[in-house]
């Protein structure tokens, strides 16, 4: 199972950030010192996906920019000589043609952002890459996924999966555990059910489904015609729940610390966490920290 195609729904309206994306992005928030979209295609780009395809709305223009030449920024760097930032920029320079950009109108929700994408994708698999969530590890979240999914049958549908305190599977979409497959540490399994936010104390388990997804085109079948579910919006969960009536789906338990980066301390505490292990901002970070603490 190539998968060749990611897709970044970047139209939502960040209001849990409020008031920082008022008029800017949520996408565009920035991890130490690049935005949070740029990890994601990073991600994407290391797990082997080739064509990048944001589903965006009103407000979003300076994330197409992001990936587009700055030609007065290369001329004055290459005037000053300054060849790390030059090196920096280039090292995510995307090819002419690999990114694509279509609408979302009105943030109806991330299932709804999803079918936006349709034609883009056409008849393959696909993978979702939600750019709020950051996973920290090396292999990343998409590449552990892609590995797994190499190993599974055509027609193969994987979630990426977190443990949540039990009292909280409530605030979350949560899947049901069936059989153990292979994977490293046998961290795949067999979905058996999914069901967005459940009421407390009927939870199939207290695994999460999070960020990060490899879906079949079928999907977009299903949302086509996916009714508003919680929110009022229209969710993934519920059409994914839809399309294992005829698909298998699998959870994986991915390696490496998980970041929401929408809220405002999972923010901060990614912030700190990313910066602690940048080996050019450790020692200073970690000190600054230290001084900081002890003066407060
Ligand atoms: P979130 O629910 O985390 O984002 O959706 P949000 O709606 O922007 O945030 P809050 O809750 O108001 O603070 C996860 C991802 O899905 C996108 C968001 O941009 C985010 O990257 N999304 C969400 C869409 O593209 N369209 C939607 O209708 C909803």
Redesign the pocket.
């Known amino acids: 199972m190539k998968i060749r195609k990611a897709v970044f729904?970047?139209?939502?309206?960040?209001?849990?950030?409020l008031p920082a994306t008022k008029a800017m992005p949520?996408?565009m928030l920035t991890i130490v010192d690049r935005p949070l979209i740029q990890y994601v295609v990073d991600e994407a780009r290391e797990a082997g996906i080739e064509h990048f395809i944001f589903?965006t709305?009103r407000n979003k223009g300076v994330i197409e920019d992001h990936f587009d030449r700055m030609f007065e920024l290369d001329e004055s760097l290459n005037g000053r000589n300054t060849t790390a930032e030059i090196a920096e920029l280039a090292r995510f320079q995307p090819e002419a043609g690999e990114m694509s950009f279509t609408r979302?109108q009105a943030?109806?929700?991330?299932g709804?952002?999803v079918w936006c994408a349709r034609d883009i994708v056409g008849n393959e698999p696909f993978a979702v890459v939600?750019?709020?969530e950051l996973v920290l590890n090396s292999p990343g979240c998409l590449k552990q996924m892609i590995d797994i999914a190499n190993g599974l049958g055509e027609k193969s549908n994987l979630v990426a999966v977190e443990e949540v305190p039990m009292e909280m599977t409530h605030q979350y979409g949560i899947c049901g555990v069936g059989e153990r497959h292979g994977g490293p540490d046998g961290n795949t399994f067999t979905i058996d059910g999914m069901v967005e936010k459940p009421p407390k104390g009927t939870s199939p388990s207290n695994l999460s489904i999070t960020?990060r997804y490899i879906l079949q085109p079928e999907i977009f079948k299903i949302l086509e015609t996916q009714e508003r579910g919680s929110g009022g919006?229209i969710q993934l969960t519920d059409a994914m729940i839809g399309l294992a009536k005829s698909q298998a789906f699998y959870g994986v338990e991915f390696e490496g610390e998980r970041h929401d980066c929408?809220s405002k301390s999972g923010f901060l505490r990614a912030n700190i966490a990313f910066g602690l292990r940048r080996p050019d901002l450790r020692d200073g970070l970690r000190a600054e920290m230290l001084r900081y603490l002890a003066e407060t």
């Not at 729904?9 to 950030?17: E, F, I, Q």
């Not at 943030?107 to 991330?110: H, I, N, Q, S």
Request: hydrophobic letters at 35%; zero cysteines.
């Open positions: 729904p970047v139209a939502g309206l960040g209001t849990r950030v949520k996408e589903v709305g979302q943030p109806l929700g991330l709804h952002a939600l750019p709020d960020g919006e929408g």
